[in-house]
């Protein structure tokens, strides 16, 4: 079992050093540069929102059981 463990470790790395490249690539050598740049904070922005969002919906629903 710690063999699958180890390959799904380095698979996860490896993922990520592709994704990583990749990312830096279409950054900083293709015209489309700016437009990642709004992408990537535009998500940034909505997992920020949707994380408040998701505490209000628990500190709500824990005061109705109270």
Known sequence: MKGVEKMKGIGLLLIAIVFFSVYVYILFATDYGILLVKITV??????????LGWIGITLTINEKEQ
């Open 42 to 51: 535009a998500v940034i922005v909505g997992v920020i929102c949707f994380i």
